[in-house]
């Protein structure tokens, strides 16, 4: 089967969109709320208050200078990258057709990297809020990761023909995976302060405080395949795409406890932090996920066998819904595996003027390589909030992050107590260039 194809930017917009499936940088379950946290590039745990607490560390709602009331709402944002041909590679492209040598060049990285990657994730607030020392956030957060396999890719590019002029040969599409999902969280915070003084009194206005988070989580989606053969031969076509995803059969229903209704599992968690300040000074640890029971109901769930034979003048395919338990051991491991692990941010914050806040976090999460992770596993970065005129505060930040590194920059508009908060972002994991952009469309009392 000779598959020679020429290649316009459509082609290449299909792999963009295979490769990015589903679209901010989200803290566990909820997602960030805060255009300013975006804008410093994630270095936020010091100074976050009022909603954006909720998320990032609520000991800070019953600390100095927190508003006694706040609201954030219509708060949405994400971060999309490709690797090792990114967005940008893609671009250089738009409207033209890609040649051949491109082409090559473009498989030959892939070979080299193993594989073509996106990593998308995403987060909405519709709304949050704090009144005093409570806090309350609402918000949904997807994440995507797509590999294909460099057979895969070269498929897409070439066919199985190799570079238009070789004879057709088979190309092998194991490696080939998806780990979607969509996730709904509500986070309820309190904190109070705390009689501790770290300095004795050596530092002016010392005060400190302890908080909590607990969250309700809701799994509305999920998508895990894994090729485990999946071959386009010189003659045929041969698939083998596993797939485990919610269940829309409703012939696989035994009870009605059993039938999906966009809940597809449940959990629930919590988040406890410290704050401290003193002086020009402050300090934020969140030890987040102390514990979370979230996982997926697998009565909700339905596999896939994604197999398929395509010859000239016979087709045949299986992509009909079975009952979980048919899935492969090894995909329901994967089942299994995504849940939502601990992690540690500690962040701090010196003020030098009053226009002027510097601030420094660091992150890191634990579990597995399949545990439910929204943005890089590591984090250390700094950042800065300059308000060049009372109502215009500047920010911009950088971070050392899991396999590269992060920046963002970003504005406020204030006006009567509310803020428009605008930011972008970008990110360097590998080879792969991410941006991201975040928007609050009204913030009131930050």
């Known amino acids: 089967m000779r598959a020679s194809l020429e290649v316009s930017m459509c082609r290449v917009g299909l792999v963009a969109a295979l490769v990015s499936g589903s679209i901010s940088s989200a803290l566990a379950q909820l997602p960030n709320a805060s255009a300013a946290a975006h804008g410093m590039g994630g270095n936020f745990t010091a100074i976050a208050k009022g909603y954006e607490?909720?998320?990032w560390n609520p000991a800070n709602l019953a600390m100095p200078g927190r508003p006694f009331l706040s609201l954030g709402l219509g708060i949405f944002g994400g971060n999309a990258g490709l690797e090792p041909i990114d967005v940008t590679a893609l671009n250089a492209f738009s409207g033209k057709?890609?040649?051949?040598?491109?082409?090559?060049?473009?498989?030959?990285?892939?070979r080299l990297a193993g594989k073509q990657r996106g990593k998308v994730d995403a987060g909405v607030t519709p709304i949050a809020l704090s009144l005093g020392p409570f806090g309350l956030q609402v918000g949904t957060s997807f994440y995507s990761n797509v590999d294909l396999s460099p057979d895969a890719f070269e498929a897409i590019m070439f066919g199985n023909a190799g570079n238009n002029s070789s004879q057709p040969k088979t190309l092998d599409f194991t490696g080939t995976s998806i780990r979607s999902g969509a996730i709904s969280a509500g986070g309820l915070?309190?904190?109070?302060?705390?009689?501790?003084?770290?300095?004795?009194?050596?530092?002016?206005?010392?005060?400190?405080?302890?908080?909590i988070t607990g969250k309700y989580v809701v799994g509305h989606a999920l998508v895990l395949a894994d090729?485990?053969?999946s071959v386009l031969g010189t003659d045929d076509i041969q698939l083998r795409f596993p797939v485990i995803t919610v269940r829309t059969d409703d012939a696989l229903v035994l009870s009605p406890d059993d039938e999906y209704k966009g809940v597809a599992g449940t959990g629930v968690?919590?988040?406890?932090?410290?704050?401290?300040s003193g002086g020009p000074w402050k300090i934020g640890v969140l030890a987040e996920n102390v514990f979370n029971s979230f996982k997926w109901d697998t009565t909700k769930l339905a596999y896939l066998?994604?197999?398929?034979?395509?010859?000239?003048?016979?087709?045949?395919?299986?992509?009909?819904e079975q009952p979980y338990g048919n899935a492969p051991q090894a995909l329901r491991d994967l089942v299994a595996a995504q849940q939502f692990k601990p992690a540690l941010a500690i962040g701090a914050a010196f003020r030098p003027m009053s226009s002027l806040t510097l601030t420094a976090d660091m992150k890191t999460y634990t579990g597995g390589d399949e545990a439910i992770i929204f943005g890089p596993r590591s984090h250390f970065g700094v950042g800065a909030e300059?308000?060049?005129?009372p109502f215009i505060p500047l920010r911009g930040g950088i971070a050392s992050i899991t396999d590269g590194w992060q920046a963002g920059a970003g504005a406020g508009f204030r006006l009567l107590g509310y803020e428009l908060g605008v930011s972008t972002s970008i990110r360097r994991r590998g080879p792969a260039t991410e941006s991201g952009v975040m928007i609050g469309v009204v913030g009131i009392g930050r």
């Open 305 to 320: 066998p994604g197999t398929g034979t395509f010859q000239q003048g016979s087709n045949s395919t299986d992509f009909d």
């Open 97 to 110: 057709v890609v040649d051949s040598v491109t082409r090559v060049a473009w498989i030959d990285q892939v």
């Open 227 to 229: 090729d485990i053969g």
């Open 269 to 276: 968690g919590a988040d406890v932090s410290l704050a401290w």
């Open 386 to 389: 300059w308000r060049i005129l």
């Open 53 to 55: 607490a909720v998320a």
């Open 189 to 211: 915070s309190f904190a109070t302060p705390l009689p501790v003084k770290l300095t004795g009194g050596f530092l002016s206005n010392e005060r400190a405080a302890i908080g």
